[in-house]
């Protein structure tokens, strides 16, 4: 089979709003017609068969991903992170540790092929907006593939959160004003520089998708039953949701996992619009959260996101901050050094079905990025725990296996 690539030209794009289709060009970064989303156009038809363990990273995966030379493919040899078993709810569940690729998130796998396409489209230079791992993540593949990169955050961001995007070489431009100044601050038109933003573009997306391929290589070319992820804009879920779908189109009679997005209660405007039966999201009201990956009001594939969980029989659910306390608490007790936002998923399970099928759950980032955070939740939980007398730490730790 014919998998050598395809000139960088080649690549197109389909608007999910007003299904307009247009050649990849390095700005184009929204529909030029109705300032849609966009995705990699056609969809993708995959079998696990068209893995090629020759080629290092998520380009494992490059048959069904867009097709650009070998020489702009950029990896820190991302992916093929451990997926084991821990007992829990009585059984057992499955958990992928993409907290342990390159930069510390699984945001690494849609920053390979967002920077890698950027630079088949020859573009010298990136911007981004973001102050946590997709900044980190884009301005590492951005120094390793040669291009410039700034990143745009809230003038109020720590320096601790913008250091290790700093580490790598990139450019802080700080905003005043909040997280909405600050992608506005990216995505306004400079000569020279293309947009990177991860929640708009199609190649951040279709390298997240890698995710589920790689589960259903680890399952032994099997789908899981279920998989469990934090929500905020969607694009883990989103990611999953592509990549199973791009195997069902090639064997129909594969089950679609069920597909269960778990909300901090703090933003949870998804959540909120699935318990409506609604078809798109309305925007929330900002909470605070430990959970600082997934604090979104709205995400910017609202209505794909919520047809993803629907076409997948799964949910979403929100949990509130002490219940991510105490699942960061067990997470840290089971030897799982991870950021709050990764427990959230963790929490989630407690209101969710059993599955008889392998259940999946995604620890998304590293701890040692947010040490402050990891700390303060665990004070919390000890907090919350010590409030319920005569309760010993353990079993309120494990209370819900029982
Ligand atoms: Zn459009």
Known sequence: ????????????????????????????????????????????????????????????????LPAIPGDDRITLGEAATPLIALERQGGSVLVKLEQLQPTGSYKDRGAAVLVSVLRALGVARLREDSSGNAAASIAAYASAGGIGCEIFAPSATSPAKLAQAAAHGASMRLVDGGRPDAEAAGQSPQAGSAYAGHNW???????????GYELAEQLGARVPGSVVVPLGYGNLLLGLWEAFSALRRAD?????????????????????????????????????????????????????????????????????????????SD????????????????????????????????????????????????????????????????????????
């Open 201 to 211: 573009h199609p190649a951040f997306l279709a390298g997240v998708s890698t995710l």
């Open 252 to 328: 129909p009679a594969l089950r679609m996992p069920r597909l269960y997005g778990v909300q901090a209660e703090a933003f949870s405007p998804v959540a909120a619009a699935w318990r409506a039966g609604a078809s798109s999201v309305t925007p929330a009201r900002p909470g605070e959260t430990v959970a600082e990956g997934i604090r979104c009001t709205k995400p910017v594939r609202d209505r794909r996101v919520l047809a993803a969980v629907r076409d997948s029989g799964g949910a979403v659910v929100s949990v509130g901050e002490p219940a991510i306390a105490s699942a960061l």
């Open 1 to 64: 089979m014919d998998d050598s690539p395809a000139p960088a030209g080649a690549i197109e794009y389909r608007c999910e709003a007003c299904g307009d289709i247009q050649a990849a060009v390095a700005l184009h970064w929204r529909c030029p017609v109705c300032g849609g989303a966009l995705v990699i156009h056609p969809d993708v038809t995959f079998e696990l068969c068209r893995a090629d363990p020759e080629v290092g990273g998520v380009w494992r995966f490059r048959a069904a």
């Open 331 to 402: 997470l840290l007790a089971r030897g799982f050094y991870v950021e709050p936002t990764s427990a959230v998923a963790w929490a989630g399970l407690d209101l969710l079905p059993a599955d008889a099928d392998a259940r999946v759950v995604v620890l998304t980032g590293s701890g040692l990025k947010a040490p402050g955070a990891v700390q303060d939740a665990v004070a919390a939980a000890r907090a919350t725990q010590h409030g319920q007398a005569g309760e010993p730490d353990h079993d309120a730790r494990h209370g819900a296996e029982r």
